[in-house]
């Protein structure tokens, strides 16, 4: 929270023309109550008193230097008074020990205050995006995200430990300076409040040179970075090695890169004019206070100490005037974050806990569709679904692309809620129980596994944080993969790698199986767990789920004929409607959409 030390160093000064119009359109979509911003800092109102006072305190301190010049140029040596000189050096030491100690202070309480505040907002922030529905995530970019998440909030950092202590320093400066400067000399100030506009309006017109050009710059190390990403992760080294695309996206970055030759010099070169016209600048008045001092009808009983003393003040005036004077892009700069992590923090939460949630007790696994209706922005998609799966048996779900199978299986889960109707696990409706009852009740393994970058015990402990080392090695061994894992060269503690890339997919879905059989949940939803693999790697990852299911109540999207013809039950969808129901023999036997799927092939229909 410490002052400025130059204008080229505010965080709002070097936004773009196009930054700013942004915070603007921001703050029209999105606008921030400033009483909201300020209930984030109701709990540290006695730090931010301290914080204030000692800002206070510091400027008035700093005020004292130039009187204390003046006596020693005025008094102390014309007078050759040794007492008078020694106790103004050691005003000048103490004045300057004084203001570093509490600058100090100021920054370690300002700092701190600035941490807690943000540390709660990005923990609330985190924790309310972890309750969105799955829907906010596929129609958000993953990048967006991640940007109010780390960029936002992490600029926010500098406005609360910057902004905000800045303005009240300045001001405080500002105002102290000026009566200061009056209270020396007043023809002196009034010469000095003639000079210093223009050189502001100066240097604002400089600034703004600058910032077309930081933009332009801006705009093309984000393209820089975007190609960067693209072509040195994992998936993009992948894709232009197969692709045999790596000379062209050398060359596009080659390109990028030299048109940042002319950028990065014209940047360099418009914050040299800046510099240079600051120097214009602080030459400029000082020489005007000279010409007073020596003109015969301005410098009337004015003596060399108070003309000293006056150019020390007005010099340490323009920074934190020139600070002021952008205020107002501070200001929507930093209100523009609050108004991105507000908006985020104000999405309504879909799906959560119910007020009063109940209890299942002991789960037998009972899941029955009750003339069950979804819809996707108004789209239908699943329409009166009423099903029942018996405790301990299996049902399978097939269907053409589009017929609602993947959606059906999600609402097991509570991924979504129905937009009618219900579904109930022992006879309860899945909104009346805490998602964590829920979630440890229902298991689902999909085919897109995903696995944390972190050690193969972490990703499987992830799904039970107490589970013990037994119990790790048990729940891999039932899926087939404890060969695997010991066979590398760290076992368990072996780093799986970005997104799992060390495994194959196979690999990938075992270890997702084991880590579903450490929950050991009586519910299973499989959402074409095998789709991907060839017959080889499915046989095997099939055997794994074949112990998973065991004795455990399974809803599985198939599209395999081989998963199909085990299931107690095969529902058949259609257009978001269960046409048929029945075992594989009774479906077969009737010649109807079943038939006709089995003779195409069920593998054809993955959804």
Known sequence: MQAPQHPDFRPGRTRSGDSRRADRAQLDAAPVSLRRIGRLFTPHRGGLVVVVALIIVSSTIGLAQPFLVRHVIDEALPRQDVDLLVWCV????????????????????STRIGQQVMHRLRSDLFAHLQRQSVDFFTRTRGGEVQSRMVNDIGAMQGVVTGTATSIAANVTVVVGTAVAMVALDWRLALISLVVLPPAVTLTRQVARMRHAVTGARQRKLAELHGQVEEGLSVSGVLLAKTLGAAPALSRRFEETSAALIDLETRAQLAGRWRMATMQV???????ALYLAAGLPATSSGMTIGTLVAFVALQGSLFRPLMGLLNVGVDITASLALFSRIFEYLDLPVEISDPPAPRRLGEVRGEVRFSHVGFGYDDTPVLHDIDLVVPPGSTLALVGATGSGKSTLASLVARLRDPDSGAVLLDGVDLRELSLGELASAVGVVTQETYLLHASVRDNLRHAKPDATDAEIEAAARAARVHDLIASLPDGYDTLVGSRGYRFSGGEQQRLAIARTLLRDPRVLVLDEATSALDNTTERQVQAALDTLSAGRTTI????????????DQIAVLDAGRVVELGTHEELLLDGGRYADLVRGGLATTAA
Do not use: D, E, K, N
């Open 556 to 567: 599985t999207i198939a599209h395999r004929l081989s998963t199909v013809r085990g299931a």
């Open 90 to 109: 050691l005003g000048m030491v103490g004045v300057a020990v004084a203001a570093a100690g509490i600058g100090v202070l100021q920054t370690l309480l």
């Open 281 to 287: 600048v602080f030459a400029a008045v000082p020489a």
